[in-house]
């Protein structure tokens, strides 16, 4: 019974593909957030989506479009992907929107774009 | 800017060995700092938060705003402490945005 699932867990790619990134989460939390991982090991918000509304919205190329049907699910598509989208992009929720919120990861998905 | 500095890439220590890994802060508001942590193969995880004033698996974290630090101490370092540890700092509008450090491999050797 995993709290935050991604899948998939790897994807490579080629370059100007379209591709989706799923994540669900089961806690039964409010909000739901993306990261980017770089190969630096550097963790940087990209989104985040409180009861299905976007509430975070870092400087990401419009190539990258979060979309949360359910408060459950957040997914992440990213459109003509390029070389510098290679990373690990992790998922996340916690409880509240608020600061004090801990935060629950998924696995990450390590998108690899040749 | 917020902005949140872990200045060791690495910190390798001797198992019962002190530990310290160092953060600084800069940020303009009352900050909300947390240490989360990611073991081999396993997900990351928060270990404590300022806000608690806990103890976590021997961890202790104490904020300083005088030198806007909040560095991660632990007395006797253990073998399976050994992971990456990254310091993060809350933003202030209450999105729930966490800013992390670039991170710190721990790394505890017999």
């Known amino acids: 019974d995993t709290a935050v699932s991604q899948t998939p867990k790897y994807l490579v790619t080629q370059m100007g593909n379209d591709k989706s990134i799923k994540c669900e989460q089961n806690l039964g939390h409010d909000t739901m957030y993306w990261y980017k991982q770089d190969s630096k090991k550097f963790l940087k918000i990209m989104f985040s989506?409180?009861?299905?509304?976007?509430?975070i919205n870092e400087t990401v190329p419009n190539r990258f479009s979060p979309k949360s049907p359910d408060k459950a699910h957040l997914n992440l598509h990213i459109n003509s992907l390029e070389l510098g989208d290679s990373a690990v992009y992790f998922c996340?929720?916690?409880?509240?929107?608020?600061?004090?919120?801990?935060?629950?990861f998924g696995p990450g998905t390590r998108l690899t774009v040749t | 800017a917020q902005r949140v500095t872990q200045p060791e890439k690495l910190l390798s220590v001797f198992k019962g060995a002190p530990v310290e890994l160092k953060c600084n802060y800069s940020?303009?508001?009352?900050?909300?700092l947390f240490w989360y942590v990611q073991y081999s193969r396993q997900r990351l995880q928060l270990l404590l938060r300022?806000?608690s004033r806990e103890s976590i698996k021997g961890f202790t974290a104490d904020l300083n705003k005088g030198e806007t630090s909040f560095h991660l101490k632990k007395p006797f370092a253990q073998e399976e402490d050994s992971a990456m540890y990254y310091c993060a700092l809350s933003h202030s509008s209450n999105t729930g945005k966490l800013i992390f450090g670039q991170g710190t491999t721990l790394q505890v050797k017999p």
């Open positions: 989506y409180n009861n299905k509304e976007l509430i």
């Open positions: 996340a929720s916690s409880q509240e929107s608020g600061g004090l919120s801990e935060q629950y």
């Open positions: 940020y303009s508001g009352s900050p909300e």
């Open positions: 300022h806000i």
